[in-house]
């Protein structure tokens, strides 16, 4: 289903980041305005009750500065929005906001650190420990690279370790997604520009990490999500483009049985021409929930039960 009537609001949005609240009710926001990186882009929310959506209404703005790729997540009963500003991604700095009432209202913002940005476009991770890693990166002319940093979500403060770069490869990688498969075996699969998805893991917690390493899962220099089901399997959410910046269509979800080492079946959520991108993932009690851009038209939201899944011929 569509969030949103297409082009009613704003004319364009993308980026869009899904939590489920206290009472069941799913918080989706994304970026909307004139165009990505214009000065009227905002932070805009709608609220699922039931089967409805509330009417978008903008959370967070600042006048003449645009707002980037917001990222929700939920310690208990605190709803945090995360979310970049700036005109130019080079120039980005962080803040978020907080809710306790489900979203209806929303706190001052607060700024990150100087040298954090907080996660980039996929959720944080609550580690088994409580500590949240975040995945960042850092976007430059001449290098992409990740940094994971992890937030603790009572006191509010932040640490990073080593950062993570693709050796001997122009540009690199950005936008991790996470997942912890045992207590502080921690995996990151990320975004390219050599048209697939590369991967590095820890075994504490997110201190250390292995070399990055790309991996045969195709990747066409857009967002991915993933995120791992009670039950071990991992659901990844992609656009299956061996392309740097290819195509945004199809995009699919992947299932694996073996904690990413290998994929079992698929679910097309789009294959029509268009943009398709930037997907989020959340667990539901039977598949996962998913949004992502639907031609920078509107946000869609699917729910896909695991029993949905083909497996992959061949």
């Known amino acids: 289903m569509f969030i949103f009537e297409k082009n009613k609001f704003f004319p364009s949005c993308h980026a869009s980041t899904l939590v489920e609240g206290v009472s069941g009710d799913l918080l989706v926001a994304w970026f909307a ?33 645009p707002l980037w790729n ?53 959720k944080p991770i609550k580690m088994s420990n409580g500590l949240w890693l975040c995945g960042s990166s850092i976007e430059t002319a001449e290098e992409w690279y990740c940094r994971l940093e992890i937030f603790n979500a009572k006191s509010h403060q932040w640490l990073h370790y080593n ?3 693709l050796p001997e490869v122009p540009i690199g990688i950005i936008q991790p997604t996470l997942w912890e498969s045992t207590p502080g075996n921690i995996h990151a699969l990320m975004r390219s520009t050599i ?80 943009r398709y991108s930037y997907p989020a993932l959340i667990s539901t009690k039977d598949g996962v929930g998913v949004t992502y851009t639907y031609r920078r038209e509107s946000i869609r939201y699917r729910k896909v039960k695991l029993e949905e899944f083909i497996p992959f011929s061949g």
């Open 33 to 65: 305005g004139t165009a990505e990186g214009a000065d009227d882009v905002d932070i805009w929310l709608s609220i699922k009750h039931g089967e409805e959506w509330s009417k978008p209404r903008k959370v967070v703005n600042m006048e003449g500065i």
């Open 70 to 122: 917001p990222v929700l997540m939920r310690d208990e009963k605190t709803i945090f929005l995360f979310y970049r500003f700036g005109h130019k991604i080079k120039d980005w700095k962080s803040a978020y906001v907080t809710s306790e009432d489900n979203g209806q209202n929303w706190s001052e913002p607060k700024l990150l650190p100087a040298e954090y940005l907080g996660p980039i476009k996929n």
């Open 163 to 165: 950062d993570l770069k």
């Open 195 to 274: 048209g697939k998805v590369v991967r590095s893991d820890s075994r504490d917690y997110g201190k250390t990490w292995s070399t990055p390493v790309s991996i045969e899962i195709p990747n066409n220099n857009s967002g991915i999500d993933a995120v791992r089901l009670p039950d071990g399997n991992v659901i990844l959410c992609l656009n299956p483009i061996t392309k740097n910046w290819g195509e945004r269509t199809p995009l699919e979800l992947w299932r694996s049985k073996d904690n990413a080492i290998t994929w079992s079946s698929r679910f097309t959520l789009e294959n029509e021409p268009g």
